[in-house]
Every structure is written in C-alpha cells, then in structure tokens.
C-alpha cells in the first residue's frame, strides 16, 4: 500500500499537480527506500527526457526501454479522445498523448513493474552507477573523492554519489558524520543530509547528520559555505569560518508541534572550543581520533560513545541521562571512560558483553 501511495506522489509531480507537503513526503519516501529513488529516476526518464538532450545515443536508448517495456507486455494507458495531443521532443518524432493523472498513475505503475523485474546495472544512457563508502561502528574510514577532496567519515556513516562525480557533478549523499576538505573547483560541491542541502565551491566543514540525533549539525572550519533545508523553501544560510547551523531532525508532525511552541528549528551558532582552547574543536576532533564532548547531556555523550566503541547503552534512570558532561579521551577502552566519567558524576554501570546499562548508585 505505501509503495503504491509513493507511486501516486510520482504521478502528480509529473503532471505538477503535487502539493508542497506531497512533494516534501515524496522525497521523504525516496531517500528512506533508495530503490524507489531509482524507480523514480528511471520513470521521469522515460517519461520525459531531458530537456535539450538531442543525440543519438540518448534516443536510441529511450527507444531501446520502450520496445523492452511494450515486448515485456505491458500495456501503456490510451487516452480518451477528448484529450490534446502534443508535440513531442525533437529527438523523438511520434507524438505523444497528454494523460489524466489516472493515466499517468497508470503509466507508472506499469514502468514501476518493469523497472523491478530488470537488471538495474544494464548499461544503457539512461542509467546511473552509484558509489557507497562505509564506515563500519567503532572505525573511521578516510577516502579520497574523484575530485581529489578529502573525507573523512565517522563510525556508522556511509557516503554516496553517481558516476559523473568530478566530471558534470560533485554531489554526495552523507547518511552518519563526514569531516570534508574540498578541493577548490568551479564546480560546486554539495552534500545531501536527511533534508540539508550544503554547497560550497572549496572549504572545509563537518556535517553530522545521523539518522537516530534530534539535530543536523554543519560545522564551517574554512571558507564559505550555503546551506538550504526541504522544510524551510526558499530559506537560504550562509556560514562563515567558525559558525555552525543546527536543524531539528525531528519528524514533520513534532516540528510543528515544535512551532507552535516556538522552538526553533534551526539555530545559528559558533563552533565549540573545549576547555576555551583554540586548538581543539570539538565538532571536528573524532578526525584527530579524539571522543571530545563539552557541556552535553549524557544520552548524546553515549551515542557518540556507541559509535566510538561499537557498544550499545541504555540508561535505568532518565535524570542520569540527563547529566550535563564534558571530557576528551583518546585511547582509552570504554571501561576506562566509563571509570573515568563515574568519579564526577557519580552512577553505576553494568556491562554485559557489549550491551552497558547506566543506572544509579
């Protein structure tokens, strides 16, 4: 049922008829089931081209899907007579039929099925090969981008983009941590977090943006970068070196709840200094392999810890986790930390393999 609500959405943003919140919801689907953002790129493809591509690569490849498609059986909708015909693209000399959205509901359907029961890696103009680098919990993985940028991605972080990054693109998808140094280009290099959007043309900046955290943080070290947000159209953000823009990652319901509240949803800050030293930041120091945490409840101190160990820890006592800390460890174990963090503030914990409960003393 809800695959087939996603293809309803795809079916009125090919027609226009989508609203605002349809469109925001569509993306929201997408980016939470990456097979269905190929569907929706392999059927706006085939629906309309392009526009402006003009070879013949391109045409006989569309040509190519809608003979496999019609060979396959599957029958594409008739429109009624009383709808108008347009022209189509120079590229391709039939004409074709403006539809209903019944009849696009239809038509996607149908290219939904095919697309499922093709081989997605068949090299054709119209399809996309996607790198993915992960970096595994309690690990950090460095790599260096076809652009010649530099990453840096934290445990539990996975970084993706398509094959003509460096060439026609540098657009990335981060779903975790990354620390990114880029390379100076006239291309501008954008990085797609959960809904936060950030382009720059060659700086330095840190974006967290796991999933499970109440917030997306951009951290700007050097340069310049823009950020924009799918909750906020038209809202445009621009950091200076030293500035951070945090954005609640809550669902849309409790955003705006939060709203009516007046809570924020994004805030503008300054990146955080540990013990008001310049030299260390705590938004960037996991790249120097350091777990740094400054005036933060614990629940948020023991999911970077998760991530740092490969642990998981739960807490008895709901006030404990709400504890106000600050620390900076390096290469101790998580028995070391946890000691450590004990004789300030003060609770118990019992370990059992890698699961650690929090409770009082």
Known sequence: MLHTHFLNLLAKKITSEASPGELQELEGLMKTNPDWAYQAE??????????????TESELAFAKHLEKITASGIEFPEP?????????????????????????????????????????????????????????????????????????????????????????????????EAFFDVKHSNTPFIINANGVHIKDLGTAFNVKAYPDDKTIETSLIRGKVEITLDKRPGELHILEPNEKLIVSNEPERTITKSVERKEPITVLGNITHYNDDDRVVVETSWVDNKLVFEDEPFSEVAKKMERWYGVAISFDDEVIAGYRMHGSFTNETIKEALDALKIGFHFNYKMEGNNITIANK
Not at 42 to 55: A, C, E, F, P, V
Not at 115 to 143: D, R, Y
């Open 42 to 55: 392999q059927i706006q493809s085939l629906w309309q081209y392009k526009n402006g591509i003009n070879n």
């Open 80 to 176: 009624p007579e009383s709808e108008s015909i347009i022209e189509a693209p120079r590229w391709y000399r039939k004409k074709i039929y403006t539809f209903s959205i019944a009849g696009i509901v239809a038509f996607v359907i149908a290219l939904s099925v095919w697309i499922s029961t093709t081989n997605k890696t068949e090299p054709t103009a119209l399809s996309k090969k996607f790198s993915e680098i992960s970096s595994p919990i309690g690990s950090k993985t460095k790599l260096v981008l076809p652009d010649s940028s530099i990453v840096w991605l934290n445990a539990g972080s996975k970084l993706t983009y398509d094959e003509h990054f460096g060439v026609t693109n540098r657009n990335a998808t981060l779903t975790g």
